[in-house]
């Protein structure tokens, strides 16, 4: 593996358990290094050991096993493992949930200017296209008070009346999707590298990630369509019955099948949340990413889900501590209007209440387009930590002593291509 932050995918694993790649019970834990190496992780592993740091990184348990490295878990003169080396913003070792939430955190830290210089330049460009067409479609809401005081409309009557809505909000959800497709594929990189504790500029960053940008699209919109039409699929049968006129059996059926649906969706939702950073990651195809993201999370579901579901937490608590006393600003400059449009009284808003608002998105956004893109690209990385033995090629590519001669082995073979 060399220094730059595309990394190619460790190959085909063999069938059976995951965590074991030969379809035998008893594989190693990665956690104390018990048992035989399986066919799919690396044989050779860094100096000392299953999970130790490089040579000198950490002392040397004396022989006999006296003073702190008496008997514990493996008997007389166990000892414990040094700690893991950490040439970035993360020790080369399965991640907890706080490490990998510090290691976005330390991204932007170590980083803050190429971080804070992208998050901000995507998210002024969105933001200020977002409020022009706010300004211009989304604040008249002529169209929907006549469609009020018109009972029955005509379908031309109705395209008329919601034609300005429909036109703001596929501008602002197009522009919104181009900004997250950016900030992805560049904040991306920028980890990669940061966990080999390299610096990266902004230019690096885009030359890297440009040429898999349309992937990268494809990709953000195939899988909310996959999940969209699971949740249509589930809701078909009652939705049938109901056109056919059987009532009682549509309004049992179209509640479940919105719930069953629900339920599946977000299964799949998780099962592929890792295919962006794979994609950027391992410059694959969209199908190739999604079956890398299914693999990865498979027997990790529940872990996977309850970190995505803290970062979701995080990142709208740091979005409403912004956005809150920015939207009081907004009423505030925007007058009287601003408040009777927030309410549903008027039909239009004021330039100073749009454009307060405005900012308070782009602080929010630079703020959480970072941790966003950092916590799936580390929790990537985690997993092929611990299924692929990544630690030693993380290892090998920041230059690390100890790690030059080792050797994935066994078929995974991971390394990286020039980004």
């Given at each position: 593996?060399?220094?730059?932050?595309?990394?190619?995918?460790p190959?085909?694993?063999?069938?059976?358990?995951?965590?074991?790649?030969?379809?035998?019970?008893?594989?190693p834990?990665?956690?104390?290094?018990?048992?035989e190496p399986?066919?799919?992780?690396?044989k050779e592993?860094?100096?000392?050991?299953g999970?130790?740091?490089?040579?000198?990184?950490g002392?040397?348990?004396?022989?006999?096993?006296?003073?702190?490295?008496?008997?514990?878990?493996?008997?007389?003169?166990?000892?414990?493992?040094?700690?893991?080396a950490?040439?970035?913003v993360?020790?080369l070792?399965p991640?907890g949930?706080?490490e990998?939430?510090?290691?976005a955190v330390s991204?932007?830290?170590?980083?803050?200017?190429t971080?804070?210089?992208?998050?901000?330049?995507?998210?002024?460009?969105?933001?200020t296209i977002?409020?022009?067409?706010?300004?211009?479609?989304?604040?008249d809401?002529?169209g929907?008070?006549?469609?009020?005081?018109?009972?029955n409309p005509?379908?031309?009557?109705?395209?008329?009346?919601?034609?300005?809505?429909?036109?703001?909000?596929?501008?602002?959800?197009?522009?919104?999707?181009?900004?997250?497709?950016?900030?992805?594929?560049?904040?991306?990189?920028?980890?990669s590298?940061?966990?080999?504790g390299?610096?990266?500029t902004?230019?690096e960053a885009?030359?890297?990630?440009?040429?898999?940008l349309?992937?990268?699209l494809?990709l953000?919109l195939?899988?909310?369509?996959?999940?969209?039409?699971t949740?249509?699929?589930a809701?078909?049968?009652?939705?049938?019955?109901?056109?056919?006129?059987?009532?009682?059996?549509?309004?049992?059926?179209?509640?479940?099948g919105?719930?069953?649906g629900?339920?599946?969706?977000?299964w799949?939702?998780?099962?592929?949340?890792?295919?962006a950073?794979?994609?950027?990651?391992e410059?694959?195809?969209?199908l190739?990413?999604?079956?890398?993201?299914v693999?990865l999370?498979?027997?990790?579901?529940?872990?996977?889900f309850?970190i995505?579901?803290l970062?979701?937490?995080?990142l709208?608590?740091?979005?409403l501590?912004v956005e809150?006393?920015?939207?009081?600003?907004a009423?505030?400059?925007g007058?009287?209007?601003?408040?009777?449009?927030?309410?549903?009284?008027?039909?239009?808003a004021?330039?100073?209440?749009l454009i307060?608002l405005g900012?308070?998105?782009?602080?929010?956004?630079?703020?959480?387009?970072?941790?966003?893109?950092g916590?799936?690209?580390l929790l990537?990385?985690?997993?092929?930590?611990?299924?692929?033995a990544?630690d030693?090629?993380l290892?090998?590519?920041?230059?690390?002593?100890?790690y030059?001669?080792?050797d994935t082995?066994?078929g995974?073979?991971?390394?990286?291509q020039?980004?």
């Amino acid at each position: 593996m060399n220094d730059s932050p595309g990394w190619a995918s460790p190959g085909p694993a063999a069938s059976g358990d995951p965590d074991r790649g030969d379809g035998k019970p008893g594989g190693p834990d990665r956690a104390t290094g018990a048992g035989e190496p399986p066919v799919n992780w690396s044989k050779e592993q860094p100096p000392g050991g299953g999970w130790t740091a490089p040579a000198g990184s950490g002392p040397t348990p004396p022989p006999g096993g006296s003073g702190p490295w008496g008997a514990g878990p493996g008997g007389p003169g166990w000892a414990p493992q040094p700690a893991a080396a950490k040439p970035g913003v993360i020790p080369l070792r399965p991640l907890g949930i706080g490490e990998i939430l510090d290691g976005a955190v330390s991204t932007m830290r170590a980083h803050w200017r190429t971080v804070l210089g992208i998050s901000l330049a995507v998210a002024v460009v969105t933001e200020t296209i977002s409020t022009v067409a706010t300004g211009l479609w989304l604040t008249d809401q002529t169209g929907l008070a006549a469609l009020e005081n018109n009972p029955n409309p005509t379908p031309d009557e109705a395209l008329d009346a919601l034609g300005g809505f429909f036109t703001g909000a596929a501008v602002t959800g197009f522009v919104g999707l181009l900004g997250t497709i950016i900030a992805t594929a560049l904040l991306t990189v920028v980890v990669s590298r940061a966990v080999l504790g390299q610096p990266v500029t902004t230019g690096e960053a885009w030359h890297s990630g440009r040429p898999l940008l349309l992937r990268l699209l494809g990709l953000l919109l195939l899988v909310p369509l996959i999940v969209a039409g699971t949740v249509a699929a589930a809701m078909a049968p009652g939705l049938l019955l109901a056109w056919a006129g059987v009532d009682v059996a549509a309004a049992l059926l179209v509640p479940l099948g919105a719930l069953a649906g629900l339920g599946l969706a977000v299964w799949l939702a998780i099962r592929f949340s890792l295919a962006a950073p794979a994609l950027m990651l391992e410059r694959q195809g969209v199908l190739t990413s999604l079956r890398r993201s299914v693999k990865l999370v498979r027997g990790s579901w529940w872990r996977v889900f309850g970190i995505q579901l803290l970062t979701l937490a995080l990142l709208f608590f740091v979005a409403l501590v912004v956005e809150v006393p920015t939207s009081f600003a907004a009423v505030l400059l925007g007058g009287e209007s601003a408040a009777d449009w927030v309410t549903g009284d008027s039909t239009e808003a004021s330039w100073p209440f749009l454009i307060v608002l405005g900012i308070g998105s782009v602080i929010s956004s630079t703020i959480t387009f970072p941790i966003s893109a950092g916590v799936a690209a580390l929790l990537y990385i985690d997993l092929r930590i611990r299924r692929e033995a990544l630690d030693l090629e993380l290892g090998r590519a920041a230059g690390l002593p100890g790690y030059e001669g080792t050797d994935t082995g066994g078929g995974t073979g991971g390394t990286a291509q020039g980004g």
